[in-house]
């Protein structure tokens, strides 16, 4: 390839990324409106489908297994986080009252009406803070484990491609899951078998 070739090459990129940055916004440059797409695998259902029954498996899990083994530890560890998850994410998004992408193509548009709930994206943290206490026990036990992260990567941009949520929302739901995921998963004790009553985290597998 000649030279020049090369260099209208190099240039088309920069021209390209110069009017991506243009067009962006947001805290960190990189929120931009996509073309709204929510059909197929991205559909509205699909999403709410994988946050019904991610918390459906964790709470089920937490019962059936109670707190004596490893596994059933891990599970009310995931359960304590998605509660503590759910709580946080939506005291901030009551601070931050940002404008969702189908509502406004203007991603600087924070501290509007109540009814504004885009930052940070609730589901994402949702899944993300599900997944953290399994990784963070087994990972070094089965690599594939990693494979988790792939649903907390779908629903990010499935919400993103439906105009719910811009890219940084998408990051600070994950940021804010992986970080109270994290917290629990280092407590010996979670934090609901020290307060719930004991037949309740023994596990029902156990009772019958």
């Keep these: 390839m000649k030279i020049n070739n090369i260099k209208e090459i190099i240039t088309t990129i ?3 990324c110069i009017s ?3 067009q962006a916004g947001g805290p960190l440059g990189i929120d931009h409106q996509l073309s709204k797409s929510d059909t197929g695998i991205w559909s509205r259902n699909n999403q709410l489908f994988l946050e019904y029954s991610s918390a459906a ?3 089920g899990g937490s019962l059936w297994l109670g707190s004596d083994t490893r596994s059933g530890k891990t599970f009310w560890k995931s359960t304590d986080s998605m509660i503590m998850t759910g709580v946080g994410s939506a005291a901030t998004k009551e601070v931050f009252r940002r404008e969702r992408p189908n509502h406004s193509n203007d991603p600087n548009a924070w501290f509007k009406s109540s009814t504004d709930r885009s930052f940070p994206s609730g589901e994402v943290a949702h899944i993300t803070t599900i997944i953290t206490p399994f990784i963070a026990e087994y990972k070094n036990d089965s690599p594939l484990v990693w494979g988790l992260t792939a649903l907390p990567i779908y629903d990010g941009i499935a919400r993103m491609k439906s105009q719910g949520h811009w890219q940084t929302d998408v990051l600070a739901g994950a940021a804010l899951g992986a970080g109270i995921g994290l917290y629990n998963s280092s407590r010996d004790t979670p934090f609901s078998v020290a ?3 004991n037949a309740i985290t023994i596990g029902f597998n156990k009772k019958f």
């Design 195 to 197: 307060v719930l009553p």
């Design 14 to 16: 920069l021209l390209l």
């Design 57 to 59: 498996l964790v709470v």
């Design 20 to 22: 991506f940055a243009a």
